[in-house]
Structures are given as C-alpha cells and as structure tokens.
C-alpha cells in the first residue's frame, strides 16, 4: 500500500533561522513527487514536482530535494509570510497525500 | 483564467439529505479528482477520473457517486449525508506535471 509521511507535524521558527522539512514515502512506480502550501481556508498550492532522485527545484526560499525514499524541503531563512502547512504527495497510481508540516515564522 | 472553481463554499446538511458538488476546470486536464480533508488526516482521493466518460474509485468512496459527462466538469454527488462525511471537499486537476486545487467546500452534516 502506497504511504507519505511528514516530520515534523508543526515547527516553529524565528524569523531568518532555516530549517528542513521531512517527507517519507512507500510507492510502487512513483511517477513524481509533488510539494505544496495551503493557507488556512484555502486549497493546495502547488510549488514543486521532482521526478527522479538527485533532482533539485528552487524557487525563492524554498528548495525541495529527492532521494529514492524521501524528499526535503528547505527553508532558507525565512519570513513570517512563509507561514503555512506545507503538504507534499507522492504520484504512482494516484496521488497519496502526507498529512502536512505546519510551520509557524515568527518575527 | 479561473482555473478549478467549486461550488458551493459552505454547506450544512440535514443526515439523509443528498446534495452534489460541482466542480469545473477551464484547462482542459484529462484527470481530475476529489478529496476530502480532515484534521491529521491529510488529503484523501475519493474519486478520480483519467478522462470524459472515465472514473474510478480512491481510499475512500463509500457514500460518493461521480460522473464526468465533459473534459470541464467533475460533480460529486452525496446520496444520503451522515455526519462522518462532514469535512472540507477539494476538487483537482492535473497534468503529470502538477495539480490545481479548487478552494475548497466546507460540508457539515447534523
């Protein structure tokens, strides 16, 4: 059965200290990893697809790695809009969702 | 562009009340999904569709009927609410490469 778990499930940050966010998976044939953010009342927010281990994408603070059974999202020294649950899913068959990292920057 | 737009943005429901869902895409994405998302638990795939005339089952289908009729739309239907099925609703569509969210639909069911 495929399987996506996060770590940690909250973190709290000052603002300008980076940190790492865990994602765990177990996918047969996994076609792509995918990460997002989602604000409060709100969807999904894609940020990312990584496809094969090695593979890096950046996009402002925020750089997400991918190894054969995890992938991490960097967070280089954040701001306190960075504040969100990131999510990340992992696409084989279908997509299968972790339960989120709800990261607090406080300022 | 508008993207995934769901309708409506809340809903209560009486238990045994039925009620569906809309969602629509202006993409023209083959796939597109449902998921439900409750505290701790993530999101989870209810039903999915990989085209017009195509849908399976997710993780959780019990108590949900699909239909895709159009590339555009994706309704879930609710045939008789019960208060395990009061959650946030997210429709989706997606290429391989990424996925868009729809903003979401609060359901309650008393």
């Known amino acids: 059965e495929d399987q996506v778990t996060q770590s940690p499930e909250a973190l709290r940050l000052q603002e300008g200290e980076s940190s790492s966010l865990n994602c765990s998976y177990t996918?047969?044939?996994?076609?792509?990893l995918f990460w997002y953010r989602q604000d409060p009342g709100k969807g999904p927010e894609f940020l990312f697809t990584?496809?094969?281990a090695g593979e890096e994408k950046e996009k402002e603070r925020l750089k997400a790695t991918l190894t054969k059974k995890e992938s991490f999202l960097h967070i280089t020294a954040p701001k306190p809009e960075d504040s969100a649950t990131y999510l990340c899913?992992?696409?084989?068959?279908?997509?299968?969702f972790g339960p989120g990292t709800r990261l607090s920057v406080l300022p | 562009n508008a993207g995934v737009t769901q309708t409506p943005k809340f809903q209560v429901l009486k238990t045994g009340q039925s009620m569906t869902l809309q969602c629509a895409q202006d993409?023209?994405?083959?796939?597109m999904s449902w998921y439900r998302q409750d505290p701790g638990m993530g999101l989870r795939l209810i039903h999915y569709?990989?085209?017009?005339?195509?849908?399976d089952q997710g993780e959780v289908p019990n108590g949900y009927n699909v239909s895709r009729s159009t590339t555009e739309d994706f309704p879930l239907r609710l045939l008789s609410a019960a208060p395990s099925q009061t959650s946030v609703y997210f429709c989706?569509?997606?290429?391989?490469?990424?996925?868009?969210f729809g903003q979401g639909t609060r359901l309650t069911v008393v």
């Open positions: 990584l496809y094969s």
């Open positions: 569709s990989v085209g017009a005339g195509i849908t």
């Open positions: 899913a992992a696409y084989g068959q279908n997509f299968v």
């Open positions: 996918v047969s044939g996994l076609r792509g």
């Open positions: 993409m023209n994405h083959e796939y």
């Open positions: 989706a569509s997606s290429t391989g490469l990424e996925a868009f």
